[in-house]
């Protein structure tokens, strides 16, 4: 199994009924969505809870679980570096 972290829910294809990376990731049969992080924290949690899933505010937290593979990057295309 692929574990994957989800970066923010800023971007459009990470919420709503635009959310397509997110019910990609959902279907693949290879991947599972641990966690999600946003630095707001309501949005985290939010996410979090429809998704069954822990949820973050530091990033740190998210980058440093050992169960975690790689992370679909879904924050402001300005923020993508950061």
């Known amino acids: 199994m692929f574990n994957v972290a989800l970066i923010s829910r800023w971007h459009v294809h990470a919420q709503g009924p635009y959310a397509r990376y997110t019910r990609q990731l959902l279907k693949n049969e290879k991947c599972k969505i641990k966690c999600v ?3 707001d924290e309501e949005i985290a949690r939010i996410c979090g809870e429809e ?3 822990d ?3 530091k990033l740190e ?3 440093s679980r050992e169960d975690i593979h790689g992370v679909v990057i879904t924050s402001e ?3 993508h570096k950061e």
């Open 37 to 39: 992080f946003d630095d």
């Open 61 to 63: 937290d998210v980058l």
């Open 55 to 57: 949820w973050y505010t």
């Open 51 to 53: 998704l069954g899933v």
């Open 77 to 79: 295309t300005s923020r």
